[in-house]
């Protein structure tokens, strides 16, 4: 038995050494984890052991030096010797070793000598010499192949006193007696774009191997060749092995297509018999020829909202066609890359950056680009190119030819507000009188007659007191309708909703609509009460099943806790009989009833046949004098019976209102008279008094005031809010109502963008605390949609803190349609987060969160993404305050956690401010479901932020336009094959702006472009990601505007979310300014027009008074990209200048932009632009900023991290800087240029075609 045992340890230690073959078992970077000095003086005499990550090296003249050329931040540094031995780096004892790999650097190339020990450094054997790069770094590799124990090997600097050398990344690999491939490379760079029938640049890489019984094959794949003498490339080569080794042998690759096929993605083979093949991979991109001729353009019919263009032909096989509004083309296509979302509609042709969009691609000679608007000046640029297949375009963009061209003014009709609500309204009687402006320009023939038809049950007047009528005829001349007031009145007949639009047309402009709303109800009889009148808490009016006698019917939802109740004043006591009018399908359900919130007992309601059949149930009730509330609960969970209205049988009830005051700020707010019901047609004066810090802003809630005091009348139940603000700032958003990204798109069951509580028919409750959120959330529950519930908004006022009974987190789940929108400045929840699980359609806005003990926000979808979407959190602020003695950002866990396969959301303009876990998108490695998830991050601001900003697992995620300040650990992470693009965002202050895998998750795919490094390390990326652009059209803020831009429109309690009839006339998407000399340009875009009458440029004065300083015109009413800018040339002394837009309406109404600053002469941060041209060939130019006077150094590096050229290296002035150089001895490629002054080092990639 001991015998089999002793050869089941035998055959388990050769099964061991199997496993072992050829397996790296040390690797050593020098970079940390040690105690290795760092500076030449301390370089040890004499030879001293030093323990490291990988085990006990003994060193003799040798220290980590700092390095920036390969593997930062240190390299060992092997001293050149004078009168003693040469200086070297022994390895910690090994057992057994294959290969010694490590990257070498000389000043050029020079010997490093290597040697083996086996009896402890006794006696060392040479093995081999190998040689450093040249100015670069270089791989090196010696074959050792000895399967000896107790073994250790010696590096030896071999120029004797002549050269420092630097090694970095050694690499043991353990012996292995199979025969054995071994590759500096697994992979060589692209060989970018060549055109078929010629050859690309060289590239090399080296191969060694051993125990080898044959020759190496190296086989080259189809468009491929390779070469052992850089001089004849073949299809394949042999190597030959002696004494079954191969030496360090260089391979040369060039990539040589014979046709225009596009990206050749492939593998160079590397085998010998008994040996693992080896593969080294290649990529490059076969294009056609550059036409040389271009093509030129005329124009033909011009309207007001398209322009014919046409060609005439170049020598290319195909054209495309560049449009931009308001400025020339300056975008280029790149050769190798098929040009998408190509559309002769420009406002539906997806924007290739700063407005440029591709309208024409093609082989024609004309097109008609339309979606135009009028009275605006486009400029067109055409470039021929040729294609063979896939992405295979080369195009000629020297020179293209350019045009530009201005459409008509085009008859316009605009009207001011577009929405009326008249509420409810007796039948047969005629409601208050309301108004909107008409006005109209451009109109044709230039004498003519507006028409306007009013729907049923309104009638439109050009008197406010008389001759109303259904249809109105209104003259205009001379091309022009001046603003002219319309007035409107409702006048139902019958009892039921009404919604409708006073229509406009004529003048051969479009036609226009007023949106007009009301509700007809029933007479007042004596002593009946309509459910739709009713106080409701989890209920619903509902038109869904006819035969109800009002508007509308109460759909009690199937919730415990959910009530309907009806409130009226008795003079005496009495009992009574309370009939209730009700249907109920097909089963039996009960209500308990309760009076002044006392239980009187249950009352059941038998079943009623189906749900349009209505009944009657009797109640005795006994009244008290004075008000009482008799209310109908739920006390299930299960359906519950709709009640249509109840009448009595006593003296005649009163019916009476609750008046509901909140605030928003500190202050009070009072009612006078002051009382918690009103008889009908009571008239209160509501008077808020802000404290001293904060000031009175407008009366929100049922009715809208910006008048303090106000008066109301009281003749339904309403909710008053005055909004007190400690923010001088705040006001209507300018920018956007609706969510840009992911979130903008229809799909998963929705034809329409997020649009969470708003739309016909909806609810509005307020809450004001913890409890009353989650009541509200509980009752909307609807897993499967079947009670196909009205959109609900809920207004959230003040603190809402996690009082007894609030868990961790109040759950928004299996809900749909629901806004959760924030009231003034202060409006914050506390201690808790939401949890929104299985929901759609749900918007999370203007909401403080703070200290909450799980997540901030979770979003899941449970895995389907048809069950979780459309959510969009916008204008949030996300902040945690640590116990004392705990890191400074030490949030328990997510501030915005998106996971299990949530689809079409976005999150912007959010603040995440001194928090660690922020946003994790994809819950593990595991869920492979989140692959389904696209989301977007626009605008947001992680400040002092620590990690997860996001970070991504599975997803597609655009992430532009925000701002990275003070991230301790990282910023953007993508991880298991996500597709992340990150565009356009500034990063300051962030040691790893972005990454490609993080804690051992597999990598994901990251394309990094157009962003700001401002002191940070360097830009993980990765793959290829995805095209935003091929989803949604986006307008991309330049990276330098987004510090200005983001920190001063992100987070909560800036603007005014809360009033859903506000019309947000302009949507003001891009505000710049910038400086040369004395001149200041002020640059900004619109995403639409609105009534909108133009800009009045503001400059701020010595006495800081906001001053006119010009006047732009605006588009009027428009629904696409609008570019407008405006040059201020006036003297100047150097100093900070302040500027604003005031955008002004056709009704005189108007708005401020953020003010937006300039420090003409003085430049206060450091910059480095991105060159332009770029593609460039061979010349650009590159610009940049210092503040301060110093020493500066701009070099250029290709990818590899060789030098290239020397742009600048002297002392600059403070102030902005331009370099123009040539790159004409450089091959086509992608470069580096990096900008070093002090300890700021910037920089930018750019791309040299040739």
């Excluded at 003079?571 to 009960?590: C, D, K, L, Q, W």
């Excluded at 394309?1007 to 290829?1024: H, K, L, M, S």
Aim: charged share 15%.
């Amino acid at each position: 038995m001991k015998r089999l045992t002793n050869i089941y340890v035998a055959i388990l230690f050769i099964l061991m050494q199997l496993h072992l073959l050829g397996q790296v078992h040390l690797t050593e970077s020098f970079d940390s984890g040690n105690s290795i000095p760092t500076s030449s003086s301390n370089a040890p005499s004499t030879p001293t052991t030093y323990t490291t990550s990988s085990g006990v090296w003994t060193l003799f003249k040798a220290y980590r030096h700092g390095t920036t050329n390969f593997s930062a931040p240190y390299a060992l540094r092997l001293l050149k010797n004078t009168n003693e031995a040469p200086s070297y780096a022994v390895t910690p004892t090994i057992n057994s070793a294959g290969t010694l790999s490590f990257q070498a650097y000389g000043s050029s190339s020079k010997p490093i000598v290597v040697y083996k020990s086996t009896d402890n450094g006794s006696t060392w054997i040479l093995v081999d010499t190998v040689f450093t790069g040249s100015g670069a770094f270089q791989y090196c590799s010696v074959t050792i192949n000895d399967g000896s124990v107790n073994m250790k090997l010696k590096i030896e600097n071999g120029t004797g006193s002549v050269n420092d050398l630097n090694i970095d990344d050694v690499e043991i690999t353990s012996y292995s007696a199979a025969p054995t491939i071994q590759l500096s490379t697994y992979s060589l760079n692209s060989f970018g774009t060549v055109i078929a029938g010629e050859n690309s640049q060289i590239d090399s890489y080296s191969l060694s191997a051993y125990n080898l019984t044959s020759n190496i094959t190296v086989k080259a794949p189809n468009q491929y060749k390779v070469s052992l003498d850089n001089s004849t490339f073949l299809d394949s080569v042999i190597v030959q092995q002696s004494g079954g080794l191969v030496s360090l042998t260089q391979v040369y690759v060039r990539f040589s297509p014979p046709s225009a096929i596009g990206t050749v993605i492939d593998n160079i083979q590397h085998f010998s018999t008994g040996a693992s093949t080896q593969n080294v991979s290649l990529s490059g991109i076969a294009i056609a020829s550059e036409p040389t001729q271009q093509s030129s353009l005329s124009f033909g019919e011009v309207t007001g909202s398209s322009i014919v263009i046409n060609f005439s032909v170049g020598n290319g096989a195909k054209r495309l066609l560049v449009a931009r509004e308001g400025s020339a083309v300056n975008w280029v296509p790149l050769d190798g890359v098929i040009v998408t979302g190509v559309d002769n509609n420009f406002s539906t042709a997806s924007t290739q950056g700063s407005g440029n969009k591709a309208v024409y691609s093609g082989n024609g000679n004309s097109v008609t680009v339309t979606g135009l608007v009028g009275n605006t000046t486009y400029h067109f640029a055409l470039y021929e190119y040729n294609e063979g297949t896939n992405n295979s375009q080369n195009y000629n963009v020297t020179i293209p030819n350019t045009g530009n061209q201005t459409t008509l003014s085009q008859p316009t009709l605009i009207v001011n507000p577009q929405t009326l609500s008249f509420g409810n309204v007796q039948v047969s009687t005629t409601s208050e009188v309301k108004s909107y402006v008409l006005s109209g320009h451009t109109l044709s023939p230039a004498v003519g007659n507006i028409n306007i038809t009013a729907p049923d049950g309104f009638q439109i007047s050009l008197s406010q007191s008389s001759q109303f009528a259904s249809v109105l005829q209104i003259p205009y001349s001379g091309e022009v309708l001046a603003q002219t007031t319309v007035y409107v009145r409702f006048s139902p007949t019958i009892t039921s909703l009404y919604n409708g639009s006073v229509s406009h047309s004529g003048g051969n402009a479009s036609t226009v609509n007023v949106v007009v709303s009301g509700v007809g109800t029933s007479p007042a009889e004596p002593n009946v009460f309509q459910a739709e009148d009713g106080v409701f808490v989890g209920a619903y009016v509902s038109q869904k099943y006819s035969g109800y006698t009002g508007w509308g019917y109460a759909d009690i939802t199937d919730r415990t806790g959910s009530f309907l109740e009806f409130a009226f004043r008795k003079n005496t006591a009495s009992t009574e009989t309370v009939t209730i009018t009700y249907s109920n399908g097909g089963s039996s359900r009960s209500y308990q009833v309760k009076l002044n919130d006392n239980v009187l007992g249950t009352l059941n309601f038998p079943t009623t046949g189906s749900w349009t059949t209505w009944s009657t149930v009797t109640y005795n009730v006994t009244f008290v004098s004075g008000i009482n509330r008799l209310s109908f609960n739920s006390t299930t969970n299960n359906t519950n019976a709709n009640i249509d209205k109840i009448s009595l049988t006593g003296e005649t009830a009163v019916p009476v209102y609750k008046l509901t005051l909140l605030k928003s700020g500190a202050g009070t707010v009072t009612a006078s008279p002051m009382q918690a019901y009103y008889d009908a047609g009571t008239q209160v004066t509501l008077t808020a008094t802000p404290s001293a810090a904060n000031v009175f802003y407008r009366w929100n809630g049922t009715e809208v005031s910006y008048s303090n005091p106000t008066s109301i009348v009281m003749n339904s139940h309403k909710t008053q809010v005055a909004l007190m603000n400690d923010y001088s700032g705040y006001a209507n958003f300018p920018y956007e109502a609706n969510p840009r990204g992911f979130a903008s798109l229809p799909g998963r069951g929705y034809s329409t963008g997020t649009t969470g509580g708003s739309g016909i028919g909806n609810n509005v409750i307020y809450v004001s605390t913890a409890q009353q959120l989650m009541d509200a959330m509980y009752q909307r529950i609807d897993a499967n949609g079947v009670s196909n519930y009205a959109p609900l908004i809920v207004y959230v006022v003040g603190i809402l803190s996690r009082d007894a009974g609030i868990g961790e987190m109040v759950d928004v789940k299996d809900v749909y349609d629901v806004s959760i929108i924030g009231v003034g400045s202060d409006a914050t929840i506390t201690g808790f987060g939401l949890n929104v699980t299985r929901s759609k359609n749900i918007i999370i806005r203007n909401i403080k969160f703070a200290s909450w003990s799980d997540d901030a926000i979770s979003v899941d979808g449970d895995d389907d993404p048809n069950k979780g979407n459309h959510v969009w959190v916008d204008h949030c602020t996300f902040t945690y305050t640590p116990p004392p003695g705990y890191p400074t950002a030490s949030g328990p866990d997510g501030s915005v956690d998106i996971t299990h396969a949530v689809d079409l959301s976005t999150v912007s303009f959010c603040l995440f401010d001194n928090t660690d876990k922020n946003s994790l998108v994809g819950h593990s490695n595991s869920n492979v479901a989140d692959t389904a998830m696209k989301l977007t991050y626009h605008h947001n601001w992680f400040k002092n932020s620590v990690q997860r900003n996001p970070r991504v697992r599975f997803a597609k995620v655009h992430v532009y336009n925000n701002y990275y300040t003070n991230n301790s650990i990282y910023g953007v992470s993508s991880n298991m094959e996500a597709d992340v693009l990150v565009e356009g965002n500034y990063f300051f202050n962030t040691p790893i702006p972005t990454e490609t895998s993080r804690d051992g998750s597999p990598p994901g795919d990251l394309v990094e472009r157009y962003n700001i490094f401002d002191n940070t390390g360097p830009a993980g990326t990765r793959g290829d990601a995805f095209e935003a652009s091929q989803y949604y059209s986006y307008s991309l803020d330049p990276a330098s505007e987004i510090p200005n831009k983001v920190s001063v429109l992100a987070g909560s309690g800036l603007f005014d979310f809360s009033n859903p009839d506000v019309i947000i006339p302009v949507e003001l998407n891009k505000l710049n300014i910038s400086s040369k000399e004395n001149i200041v340009t002020i640059e900004w875009s619109t995403s639409s027009e609105v009534n909108n009458t133009g800009w009045e440029i503001e400059v701020k004065n010595q006495n800081g008074v906001f001053i006119p300083l010009g006047f732009v015109d605006g588009k009027g009413n428009s629904t696409i990209l609008n570019y407008y800018s405006f040059t201020d040339n006036s003297e100047k002394i150097s100093g900070l200048y302040q500027y604003r837009l005031k955008q002004i309406n056709f009704d005189g109404s108007y708005t401020y932009s953020e003010v937006v600053s300039v420090d003409i002469n003085r430049v206060l941060t450091y910059l480095l632009n991105q060159n332009y041209p770029n593609p460039f060939n061979p010349a650009t130019t590159i610009s940049y900023q210092i503040p301060v006077k110093q020493h500066v150094s701009l070099v250029i590096y290709d990818v590899l991290g060789n030098q290239v050229k020397e742009v600048v290296n002297e002392v600059k002035e403070a102030g902005t800087h331009l370099e123009t150089f040539n790159m004409v001895d450089v091959a086509t490629g992608v470069y580096i240029y990096r900008l070093k002054s002090g300890q700021i080092i910037l920089s930018q990639k750019m791309l040299l075609l040739k």
